[in-house]
């Protein structure tokens, strides 16, 4: 997955892009390289919020549409969005129309519980009741609540008053990994294939453990995550990301790959474009090569098709 909500400024400085254009050619770079590098690897488009096909339309005309096979959208109508769980199906339809018929995935829908946690059980069954039959792929956000103590960093707190605190309480999980009412209710859609959206936050060990227990407890098979270009630029990355990718080997991972480090953007800042655009496609290619290696029985079948023709 190639970036994350770049039409929201949480997660792409469009101050820095008003057009979008740096954007659309990052990503144009990215897809293509990971068409040479990984041949058959699904590319998606960033999920955006909010859910505007006009975004994506200005994307594609300028060549991201050759570079992604899947777009993606979030949406939060009990929560955030100015829209009812009821318009989830028509706004789907437009953004497949915008998309040129590629396949949607809705890769963050959730609801949070800070109200209470039986109306958040409720919205399980009516938000994915809503989804299923609309896309190709539903991931639910998220499994777990975030620590009181931690800063959302990508949220405001003395600017979005009761939506800040929204925000630490999606898990259908206490932090702790106690289970919430809505925990058993996603449990019945991971039968159906719904997957979890859940961060890997770094080093964060005994969280992460906790994570894998809990998806398998829930029978929860896919799975979104990411490696944040940020983070790949840490001291001992490697190291901790070798772990974590070899215990999330019986998923089926969809990696999201975003965010800027300082030192490579325009300002140093991870929503900020970066100064080499072909820097993202690098990055994009280490990680591909790393842990999405494309495998040999694939290899022997290109040269066969090369030879035939």
């Given at each position: 997955m190639l970036w994350n909500e770049p039409n929201n400024l949480s997660h792409w400085d469009r101050t820095q892009d008003q057009d979008w254009s740096e954007f659309a050619e990052m990503i144009r770079l990215a897809g293509q390289r990971l068409e040479y590098v990984a041949p058959g690897l699904t590319r998606v488009l960033g999920g955006i919020s909010p859910i505007d096909p006009a975004f994506v339309q200005n994307v594609f005309s300028r060549g991201v549409h050759d570079a992604v096979d899947?777009?993606?959208?979030?949406?939060f109508p009990l929560d955030w969005n100015r829209w009812h769980l009821d318009e989830w199906s028509g706004r789907v339809h437009a953004l497949r129309a915008a998309a040129r018929g590629k396949p949607v995935w809705a890769t963050e829908v959730g609801?949070?519980?800070?109200?209470?946690?039986?109306?958040?059980?409720?919205?399980?069954?009516?938000?994915?009741?809503?989804?299923?039959?609309?896309?190709?792929?539903?991931?639910?956000?998220?499994?777990?609540?975030?620590?009181?103590?931690?800063?959302?960093?990508?949220?405001?707190?003395g600017s979005e008053g009761m939506a800040y605190?929204?925000?630490?309480?999606?898990?259908?999980?206490?932090?702790?990994?106690?289970?919430?009412?809505?925990?058993?209710?996603?449990?019945?859609?991971a039968q159906r294939g719904v997957g979890v959206c859940e961060w890997v936050y770094w080093r964060e060990e005994a969280r992460f453990q906790r994570m894998l227990g809990l998806l398998d407890g829930l029978g929860v098979r896919r799975l979104r995550t990411g490696i944040g270009w940020a983070d790949w630029d840490r001291p001992d990355a490697v190291d901790w990301f070798d772990w974590v990718m070899r215990r999330l080997e019986p998923f089926d991972v969809t990696l999201t790959l975003c965010f800027t480090p300082a030192r490579a953007g325009r300002v140093p800042h991870h929503t900020s474009p970066p100064l080499q655009l072909s820097d993202f496609a690098d990055f994009c290619e280490t990680i591909v090569r790393r842990y999405a290696p494309v495998s040999t029985q694939q290899i022997s079948r290109d040269l066969t098709n090369l030879a035939a023709t």
């Open positions: 899947v777009v993606a959208v979030h949406g609801a949070s519980s800070i109200a209470s946690e039986a109306l958040q059980a409720w919205a399980v069954d009516a938000l994915l009741e809503q989804l299923a039959p609309s896309v190709e792929r539903v991931f639910w956000y998220s499994l777990m609540d975030l620590p009181e103590n931690w800063e959302a960093v990508t949220r405001h707190r605190y929204r925000h630490f309480r999606m898990g259908v999980c206490d932090a702790r990994g106690k289970p919430k009412p809505a925990a058993a209710r996603l449990a019945r859609w």
